[in-house]
């Protein structure tokens, strides 16, 4: 059973703090990390994904991985009011099919 | 570029009643998924096609649930009867086959409730 782990929140963050957002999983064989964002009442939008150990920026937004760790995070520098949303977790094991987690709710306070 | 349409958005049924949603993928996207979420839930794969070919139907509860992707294209998930218990977003995805690392495009959904 592929397993993705995400504190559910809410994470509160002030505007223009880093929103610092985990996941951790249990398959070793997961090749790929995603992470979605999903506002209220709209479906899940792909941010990135990551696949190989270490930092992958993109904007304002850096995910990390560390495969020995089975851990994948989430970094959201400056945040803003519009960043507020669910933010999913997912791997992909080899199969193109993702695997979520239950999401972290970000809040972000003007 | 058209994103994955989903139809109907929003469907109000009483239960033992059936039910049909329809997804029409980005043009060239071979696979195709149907997810559930349900509220304060991350999404579910029910099936993944591969073109026509359903290649993983395992969390499909095949008592009442069917799909189909005739020509590889379109596809149809229906539910019959509806439970209660059906209530839930039903999210259409697509991808490219051979995209490497499997990103998916999901559809704007298709919100059930079963009164």
Redesign the interface.
Known sequence: QKEVEQNSGPLSVPEGAIASLNCTYSDRGSQSFFWYRQYSGKSPELIMFIYSNGDKEDGRFTAQLNKASQYVSLLIRDSQPSDSATYLCALNSGYSTLTFGKGTMLLVSP | EAGVVQSPRYKIIEKKQPVAFWCNPISGHN?L?WYLQNL??????LI?YENEEAV?DSQLPKDRFSAERLKGVDSTLKIQPAELGDSAVY?CAS?L?V?G?????????SRLTVL
């Not at chain 2, 690392?101 to 959904?109: A, N, P």
């Open positions: 696979t998924y304060g839930q991350g999404p579910e794969l993944r993983d999210l991808s086959s995209a690392h499997g990103e998916l495009f999901f559809g704007e959904g």
